[in-house]
């Protein structure tokens, strides 16, 4: 035990410097936790605030996609490019290796395949097996309108409950059943609900007209859904027009993995996020980058 007579005097307590009160980066989060913002800050980059999530979790309700058939093979040339991974347990173990220390959103409900009504989903993944796997955040699909939609609503809930309790984000997944118009309208409903219910962050569509209400009505963060495949060009228009107008990233999938070359892709989608670069310099940019010889891996 220290002799308590050795015992230095203390001097340096830097009286001539405030003591710093600074707010977090990430809209809407001020008031989290520091286990919620250290894991949010893993997803939205600390230094622009946005983030570029790669959606792989298609398989968890249609099974093997194009452009996922063996994500063995697929999925690991776009991981360096990428914030994030949208992803299931199942892909995460089997697919990604444990040296990934970006940030992960496991996708926790589900329960139909596409050959049901997608809207009767139940939460699929035990909080404490997401803790395990070291996630930054769980992910649930909202059907507002949907035939389950207070089902879909009250798995929200249940895990914003218990992730709090274990300072996991949650992030809410805004569902349009085929039946929907997906106008700002809608996306205003179905993001304010999600936020208002405690989601730490929503993913919803972009839309053409007034989007920058959606982004503006939500106190939390939002970033869009990728959708289906178009061409690259328009792909790389809608985010930038997202970016523009208030969202915080995108989490993409079939426009990066369905792409004829999607590293070059994802590099173009981080040019637009990050560097706000227009969608012309960044089909450029994937111009470019496809067209170089790919590395044969050794």
């Given amino acids: 035990m220290a002799d308590v007579e050795d015992v230095k005097e203390l001097k340096n307590f830097h009286v001539e410097v405030p003591a710093r009160c600074e707010g977090f980066f990430l809209k809407g989060s001020n008031s989290l936790g520091w286990g919620m913002k250290n894991r949010l800050a893993r997803i ?40 994030t991974l949208m992803i299931t347990r199942g892909a995460l173990r089997t697919t990604i290796a444990p040296e990934f220390t970006k940030g992960v959103v496991l996708r926790a409900s589900g329960g139909p395949s596409i050959l049901k ?57 805004t569902a349009v059943g085929r039946e929907m118009v997906r106008d700002a309208r809608y996306m205003r ?3 304010r609900i999600c936020a208002e219910l405690g989601a730490s962050f929503v993913k919803t569509y972009f839309v053409d007209e007034d989007f920058e209400t959606v982004t503006a009505s939500c106190p939390v963060p939002i970033v869009i859904a990728g959708g289906k495949k178009i061409p690259e060009l328009d792909a790389l228009k809608m985010a930038h027009r997202a ?20 590293a070059a892709m994802i590099q173009a989608v981080r040019s637009v996020v990050h560097e706000r670069e227009t969608p012309e310099a960044a089909y450029e940019l994937y111009r ?10 050794t």
Avoid at 56 to 83: C, K
Avoid at 118 to 143: G, H, T, Y
Avoid at 288 to 297: D, E, G, M, S, Y
């Fill in 44 to 83: 939205f980059h600390p230094g622009t605030g946005r983030t570029v999530m790669l959606a792989i979790d298609h398989g968890y309700f249609q099974g093997p996609t194009t452009g996922l058939e063996r994500m063995d093979v697929t999925v690991p040339p776009l991981l360096s490019y990428a914030d």
């Fill in 117 to 173: 009504e997608l809207s009767n989903e139940q939460i699929a993944v035990d909080v404490e097996d997401a803790l395990r796997l070291n996630v930054s955040a769980v992910a649930v699909q909202v059907f507002i309108g949907g035939e389950f939609e207070s089902q879909s609503v009250h798995n929200l809930t249940r895990l914003v409950d218990v992730g709090n309790r274990y300072g996991l984000p949650v992030l809410g997944v």
């Fill in 189 to 191: 409903l179905a993001s």
């Fill in 243 to 262: 970016i523009q107008q208030g969202a915080l990233g995108v989490d993409m999938g079939r426009n990066i993995f369905q792409s004829d070359a999607p």
């Fill in 288 to 297: 470019t980058l496809a067209r170089k010889p790919r590395r044969r891996r």
